[in-house]
């Protein structure tokens, strides 16, 4: 692992949630900021225009002012009213200079303040220098005052345009920001769920592998499964993981050879007592009685019974292990499924049972081998929950993609609580015939693997709770399998090791 990748799972939930957080984070702060310079530049903008409206106003009130003093002086000539005169002039001065120093939103309000204090400061001096004329003399001075007046006013004027035009300029820039910290709201949410779309897959990779590698020991693969990567607890839980796949093959491959030796030290001695009770039966010892005759007939019958568990233990755990590989030939199944009824003719007559088959017939890519079991282990399973006389019907049906074969009993039928287990190992169900012995619960469970492995499946169907029961095969007709020169089902003889 990289140097910089954190070694544990905790550790790698922390760095994603802090990095997924971090453009959250930095998102804000910058929203904070650029909300904080609108602030001010609002602030700024609105001080401008409340000082530019205030000495605007202030300047047609100086400039009225001055002009209320200098009539009173020039009609009462009264010296103390001249100073009356010299301060409206200097406030109207001092508001002259307050507006040079703002910025107007352009250069024609500032020129005509320039205007303003000129003709104000010559209307002043003329003020100054004529003070005995009266109010004749002063009347003559009437349209300075009107003109400054009106210049003033246009200043108001043009003051007021500036408040609307710094107030549509803040209008503008919020709708900006606005529109930016929306369109960085959107690439810092992007960012987080790609941060977080990637740190999900890389804590849930490892989960991934753990959760497929238990899934394999839950179906029974126990082949070498690609090694977790990831945090270091991961990995140590995979290698865990591993231990105990690497333990359960141990296990199983000890149960195999178990049941080697067992089928060794079991089929040797059987494969004697049947060599004598065929003896026995064909009378090389002498001459049956009917009675005797009888005994032979059970053993003989109990003999293939015992074999046939015998060989269906070792054939379910090579089908599990896929020990026995699919291979490949082109089967005739009503052909098939004739051989399978003839080997079982004297379990038929045992019961007085018939088999009634119908069918066209059909021909599949599939192993011949293993379907001869799937079948035979079907048709055993009618024969005993047959009752004696009964019929069991087999019907075939074929479409383009595949074949289906029904086989049907007239037993107990299959109980509601036991159709959830009915294909799995060693189960036996509630409704067993009375005068038959007890199964090994196998059957079944080799039928389903065998379709399995040809890609097809086994349920039951079309059938009530309590007459009897309908096993449906589904098969493919081409089935991908490897090609070999031997199609026969390989089975351990009773002088395997």
Not at 155 to 184: E, H, K, P, Y
Not at 285 to 306: C, F, P, V, Y
């Given at each position: 692992m990289p140097a910089l990748y954190p070694r544990s799972f905790s550790g790698l939930s922390l760095l994603g949630f802090a990095l997924v957080t971090l453009p959250l984070l930095a998102g804000l702060v910058n929203m904070a900021f650029v909300i904080k310079r609108l602030a001010r530049e609002e602030r700024q903008g609105i001080s401008m225009t409340m000082q530019v409206t205030r000495a605007t106003r202030q300047l047609a009130h100086d400039i009225a002012t001055l002009q209320r003093a200098a009539g009173q002086y020039f009609v009462l000539r009264d010296p103390a009213l001249r100073s009356g005169m010299e301060a409206a002039n200097r406030a109207t001065i001092r508001e002259l200079h307050?507006?040079?120093?703002?910025?107007?939103?352009?250069?024609?309000?500032?020129?005509?303040?320039?205007?303003?204090?000129?003709?104000?400061?010559?209307?002043?001096?003329?003020?100054?220098?004529?003070?005995?004329?009266?109010?004749?003399?002063?009347?003559?001075?009437?349209?300075?005052?009107?003109?400054?007046?009106?210049?003033?006013?246009?200043?108001?004027?043009?003051?007021?345009?500036?408040?609307?035009?710094?107030?549509?300029?803040?209008?503008?820039?919020?709708?900006?920001?606005?529109?930016?910290?929306?369109?960085?709201?959107?690439?810092?949410?992007?960012?987080?769920?790609?941060?977080?779309?990637?740190?999900?897959?890389?804590?849930?990779?490892?989960?991934?592998?753990?959760?497929?590698?238990?899934?394999?020991?839950?179906?029974?693969?126990?082949?070498?499964?690609?090694?977790?990567?990831?945090?270091?607890?991961?990995?140590?839980?995979?290698?865990?993981?591993?231990?105990?796949?690497?333990?359960?093959?141990?296990?199983?491959?000890?149960?195999?050879?178990?049941?080697?030796?067992?089928?060794?030290?079991?089929?040797?001695?059987?494969?004697?007592?049947?060599?004598?009770?065929?003896?026995?039966?064909?009378?090389?010892?002498?001459?049956?009685?009917?009675?005797?005759?009888?005994?032979?007939?059970?053993?003989?019958?109990?003999?293939?019974?015992?074999?046939?568990?015998?060989?269906?233990?070792?054939?379910?755990?090579?089908?599990?292990?896929?020990?026995?590989?699919?291979?490949?030939s082109g089967v005739e199944i009503s052909s098939l499924i004739g051989k399978v009824i003839q080997r079982n003719e004297l379990g038929l007559r045992a019961k007085r049972l018939h088999v009634e088959y119908s069918g066209r017939e059909c021909t599949l890519t599939a192993d011949q081998g293993k379907l001869d079991t799937l079948f035979e282990n079907l048709l055993i399973n009618a024969v005993r929950f047959s009752p004696p006389g009964a019929a069991i019907r087999l019907d075939m049906h074929a479409d383009k993609q595949a074949v289906e074969i029904r086989i049907c009993d007239q037993g107990p039928g299959v109980a509601d609580v036991d159709r959830p287990h009915l294909f799995k190992p060693f189960f036996q169900g509630m409704r067993q015939p009375a005068a038959a012995s007890t199964g090994n619960g196998l059957g079944l469970a080799i039928a389903q693997e065998y379709a399995?492995?040809?890609?097809?499946?086994?349920?039951?169907?079309?059938?009530?709770?309590?007459?009897?029961?309908?096993?449906?095969?589904?098969?493919?007709?081409?089935?991908?399998?490897?090609?070999?020169?031997?199609?026969?089902?390989?089975?351990?003889?009773?002088?395997?090791?």
């Amino acid at each position: 692992m990289p140097a910089l990748y954190p070694r544990s799972f905790s550790g790698l939930s922390l760095l994603g949630f802090a990095l997924v957080t971090l453009p959250l984070l930095a998102g804000l702060v910058n929203m904070a900021f650029v909300i904080k310079r609108l602030a001010r530049e609002e602030r700024q903008g609105i001080s401008m225009t409340m000082q530019v409206t205030r000495a605007t106003r202030q300047l047609a009130h100086d400039i009225a002012t001055l002009q209320r003093a200098a009539g009173q002086y020039f009609v009462l000539r009264d010296p103390a009213l001249r100073s009356g005169m010299e301060a409206a002039n200097r406030a109207t001065i001092r508001e002259l200079h307050t507006l040079q120093k703002l910025p107007f939103h352009d250069g024609s309000q500032q020129r005509l303040v320039g205007v303003i204090s000129r003709e104000e400061g010559a209307l002043y001096r003329r003020l100054s220098a004529r003070h005995s004329g009266g109010m004749k003399e002063f009347n003559k001075l009437l349209p300075d005052f009107n003109w400054l007046i009106r210049q003033a006013g246009t200043l108001t004027d043009s003051s007021n345009a500036l408040v609307d035009a710094q107030d549509m300029a803040i209008t503008r820039q919020a709708n900006l920001v606005w529109a930016s910290l929306l369109w960085q709201a959107a690439a810092v949410v992007l960012l987080s769920l790609c941060l977080a779309a990637l740190f999900s897959w890389l804590l849930n990779r490892p989960v991934r592998q753990i959760d497929h590698a238990i899934r394999c020991l839950g179906e029974g693969d126990l082949d070498a499964q690609p090694s977790v990567r990831g945090p270091v607890d991961l990995v140590f839980l995979g290698q865990q993981i591993d231990w105990l796949r690497q333990r359960l093959r141990e296990i199983d491959e000890q149960k195999l050879r178990f049941l080697r030796h067992v089928s060794h030290e079991l089929k040797t001695p059987l494969a004697s007592l049947r060599e004598g009770v065929e003896l026995l039966a064909d009378g090389v010892g002498g001459k049956l009685s009917a009675k005797q005759r009888e005994i032979t007939h059970i053993m003989q019958s109990n003999a293939r019974d015992l074999q046939q568990r015998i060989e269906n233990l070792l054939n379910y755990s090579r089908a599990q292990r896929h020990l026995d590989p699919l291979v490949s030939s082109g089967v005739e199944i009503s052909s098939l499924i004739g051989k399978v009824i003839q080997r079982n003719e004297l379990g038929l007559r045992a019961k007085r049972l018939h088999v009634e088959y119908s069918g066209r017939e059909c021909t599949l890519t599939a192993d011949q081998g293993k379907l001869d079991t799937l079948f035979e282990n079907l048709l055993i399973n009618a024969v005993r929950f047959s009752p004696p006389g009964a019929a069991i019907r087999l019907d075939m049906h074929a479409d383009k993609q595949a074949v289906e074969i029904r086989i049907c009993d007239q037993g107990p039928g299959v109980a509601d609580v036991d159709r959830p287990h009915l294909f799995k190992p060693f189960f036996q169900g509630m409704r067993q015939p009375a005068a038959a012995s007890t199964g090994n619960g196998l059957g079944l469970a080799i039928a389903q693997e065998y379709a399995k492995l040809h890609g097809g499946e086994i349920r039951l169907c079309g059938t009530s709770e309590s007459v009897g029961a309908c096993f449906c095969v589904r098969l493919p007709l081409d089935a991908d399998l490897p090609v070999r020169q031997n199609s026969r089902l390989h089975l351990p003889s009773s002088h395997s090791p």
